[in-house]
């Protein structure tokens, strides 16, 4: 079947460093990912977007890229915060609005 | 402007036991979805609802029932709740379908 996954269950970054964070799709007709950011006892935040007409997108200091050819999307974090610190999850966002969401990748940020 | 609410926020119930949870957005959205999250895991669609007067099941329906009361509130409900119901669930709605969904801060429930 479908699926979007996570390459890395946990990521462990110093303070300051840039983090990247990878996804992988199976459908080659996907064309609309979102990233969520999930706080400890929180629901799941929107970050940024990416439509398959694109191959990358720029936010507040986290770029999303896209790579049709390998089916793969990334999750860029620069100058990584305390702040930054939880779950991350892409998601493919499907026709009528379904959200297929990954296993999430658990940010660690170093002091 | 609150967003997406949802009542209560811990539930404990005993199997067999039924309960509705309550979710609202005060975001004129159209759309509207429940979600269920296991540990460890990413979330899964239970049910969604297009649009006001319609809902469909989603990937893991069985177990519960929807209803879209308005345009703004659509509720979950466990008929008769099982241990395997335990997780934690999520309400989020849309403007349009495949449009950014926003999600409320969730219901913990625990069945015994």
């Known amino acids: 079947g479908e699926s979007v996954g996570l390459h890395l269950p946990t990521l462990s970054v110093q303070e300051g460093d840039n983090s990247i964070i990878n996804c992988a799709y199976s459908?080659?007709?996907?064309?609309?990912f979102i990233w969520y950011k999930q706080e400890s006892g929180k629901g799941p935040q929107f970050i940024i977007d990416i439509r398959s007409n694109m191959d990358k997108r720029q936010g507040q200091r986290v770029t999303v890229l896209l790579n049709k050819t390998v089916k793969h999307l990334s999750l860029q974090i620069a100058a990584t915060q305390p702040g930054d610190s939880a779950v991350y999850f892409c998601?493919?966002?499907?026709?009528?609005?379904?959200?297929?969401f990954g296993q999430g990748t658990e940010l660690s940020v170093k002091p | 402007n609150a967003g997406v609410t949802q009542t209560p926020k811990f539930q404990v119930l005993k199997t067999g036991q039924s309960m509705t949870l309550q979710c609202a957005q005060d975001m004129n959205h159209n759309s509207m979805y429940w979600y269920r999250q296991d540990p460890g895991m990413g979330l899964r669609l239970i049910y969604y609802?297009?649009?006001?007067?319609?809902?469909d099941k989603g990937e893991v329906p069985n177990g519960y029932n929807v209803s879209r009361l308005n345009k703004r509130e659509f509720s979950l409900r466990l008929e008769s709740a099982a241990p395997s119901q335990t997780s934690v669930y999520f309400c989020?709605?849309?403007?349009?379908?495949?449009?950014?969904?926003?999600f409320g801060p969730g219901t913990r429930l625990l069945v015994l």
């Open positions: 989020a709605s849309s403007y349009r379908g495949q449009e950014t969904q926003y």
């Open positions: 998601a493919e966002n499907k026709p009528r609005g379904k959200l297929i």
């Open positions: 459908n080659s007709a996907s064309d609309y």
């Open positions: 609802s297009a649009s006001e007067g319609t809902t």
